[in-house]
């Protein structure tokens, strides 16, 4: 791909991504054998919340909590469990889950339309608390 937009990377991005309605992750709260993990930035969990239950990583560091092998790890990234992921509207979750597809996560899909979807159809939020 030759001078891609983001539009594009974010549609390569989603080829072979399993995209989860917002009644499906509703469905998987309390289901232990997913971790969703919402990867917007800081400042937008503070001010909106999350949804119940999911682990925060910014977008940024991303790479660095999901590496076994550096010192930033998180152990709640389980290569044996699924890996849902969750932005603002679907796109940055898209290019997020390709990323953890390349470092060899096998079971990652993402929340198509995002926090701003799951606001408008379910609205289950929990204040956001810095681990």
């Not at 917002?22 to 993990?37: G, P, R, S, T």
């Not at 991303?62 to 290569?79: G, M, Q, R, S, V």
């Not at 699924?82 to 796109?91: A, K, P, V």
Request: proline fraction near 2%.
């Amino acid at each position: 791909m030759s001078n891609p937009t983001v539009q594009d990377m974010v549609n390569y991005a989603k080829q072979g991504l399993q995209e989860r309605t917002v009644n499906e992750v509703q469905n998987m709260l309390n289901n232990k054998d997913i971790c969703i993990i919402d990867i917007r930035d800081s400042s937008e969990c503070i001010e909106n919340g999350i949804i119940p239950g999911s682990f925060h990583v910014s977008r940024g560091v991303l790479e660095f909590n999901a590496d076994p092998e550096c010192e930033y790890y998180k152990d709640f990234f389980d290569k044996n469990v699924e890996i849902l992921l969750y932005c603002h509207t679907g796109s940055r979750s898209a290019l997020a889950s390709l990323t953890l597809r390349q470092m060899g996560y096998k079971k990652v899909s993402h929340m198509k339309g995002g926090f701003k979807d799951w606001m408008r159809k379910i609205g289950n939020i929990e204040d956001y608390k810095a681990m």
